[in-house]
């Protein structure tokens, strides 16, 4: 099945710094979303971007999806931006099961 | 307007009880999945309905562990009997899902269980 490999892994960042998340995917896909996990565990849709660029505020995304990965960048970054970041894709086949990446686990610091 | 509701958000119960978990996902939307959420495996599809029907139950770890959906804003998970190795946080999410074209999923708060 289809690898996701998220880097970095954790990220410390002091407020106000910028930062640049990376998803790479092993195979082709039709469906690819971030989502941060807040503190209190919820899940928060970021963006849903199989390809293409977007922006939402302080946060942009952008998916090259014929080299497979896509970014995710925080400016400006704040305390709140704290939690866990995840990547996750659907297959060509069966693009309605999202893989999930392992997460990058952001601390922003006052 | 309101996103995906589960309840409870938190469950505690011992080992061989009956759990039930339950989800009501956005109106309108025509895809329910059910997802679980380990330090082990990270987050895992569980079961994928489509117009109430289950599709892809492939994620179901055995036979303790079952989905309904009764009608098109209704969803049950159900453990029975319940395992420590089930504790873990699970979440709903719907969309609007076709074969020409994707929607996001929105995911519901989760439900935290934990078995003693």
């Known amino acids: 099945g289809i690898q996701v490999e998220q880097s970095p892994p954790d990220l410390i960042l002091q407020e106000g710094a910028n930062s640049t998340l990376r998803c790479n995917f092993s195979?082709?896909?039709?469906?690819l979303q971030w989502f941060h996990q807040n503190p209190w565990g919820q899940l928060i849709n970021l963006f849903y971007i199989p390809s293409g660029t977007k922006q939402n505020g302080r946060l942009s995304a952008t998916t090259v999806a014929t080299e497979r990965y896509s970014l995710l960048y925080i400016s400006s970054s704040q305390t709140t931006d704290s939690g866990v970041y995840f990547c996750a894709v659907g297959e060509m086949d069966s693009s309605y099961k999202l893989i999930f990446g392992s997460g990058t686990r952001l601390l922003v610091r006052p | 307007d309101a996103g995906v509701i589960q309840s409870p958000r938190h469950e505690v119960t011992e080992m061989g009880q009956e759990v039930t978990l339950r989800c009501k996902p956005i109106?309108?939307?025509?895809?329910l999945f059910w997802y679980r959420q380990t330090m082990m495996r990270g987050l895992e599809l569980l079961i994928y309905?489509?117009?109430?029907?289950?599709?892809?139950d492939s994620g179901m770890p055995e036979d303790r562990f079952s989905a309904k959906m009764p009608n098109a804003s209704f969803s049950t998970l159900k453990i029975q009997p319940s395992e420590p190795r089930d504790s873990a946080v699970y979440f709903c999410?719907?969309?609007?899902?076709?074969?020409?074209?994707?929607?996001?999923?929105?995911f519901g708060d989760g439900t935290r269980l934990s078995i003693l």
């Open positions: 195979d082709s896909v039709n469906n």
């Open positions: 999410a719907s969309s609007l899902y076709g074969t020409r074209s994707n929607q996001p999923q929105h």
């Open positions: 309905f489509n117009n109430n029907v289950p599709i892809d």
């Open positions: 109106s309108g939307h025509n895809s």
